[in-house]
């Protein structure tokens, strides 16, 4: 079974809330980035920041600011492979 999605979170901004029954509880929003081999994360606290909502906006001012420091998201994945035409061969 595939996990649901948090309706709460948005492209580049993940909602984390921990099950009621965890021994420790988190909940806030994490800012993701990942550019080829750089990795960059930052977590928004509900707690820090007096709320959901001003954690919501404190990661999304975060990650604007973030996007222009970052190198630009190469679409595309994977490169065609060319291939040469077969050779017949001579039995």
């Known amino acids: 079974m595939r996990k649901r999605a948090n309706p709460d979170s948005e492209p580049n901004i993940r909602r984390i809330d921990t099950k009621t029954r965890a021994k420790k ?3 806030g929003f994490q800012v993701h980035f990942l550019r080829g081999a750089e990795v ?10 007096g709320g959901k ?10 990650k604007r600011t973030a996007t222009r ?19 017949k061969s001579s039995r």
Do not use: P
């Open 25 to 27: 509880q988190t909940h």
């Open 40 to 49: 960059l994360t930052k977590m928004f606290s509900d707690t820090i920041y």
């Open 53 to 62: 909502e001003a954690a919501r906006r404190a990661a999304r001012k975060f």
């Open 69 to 87: 420091g970052l190198a630009k998201r190469r679409v595309g994945g994977l490169r065609a492979i060319t291939r040469r035409g077969r050779r």
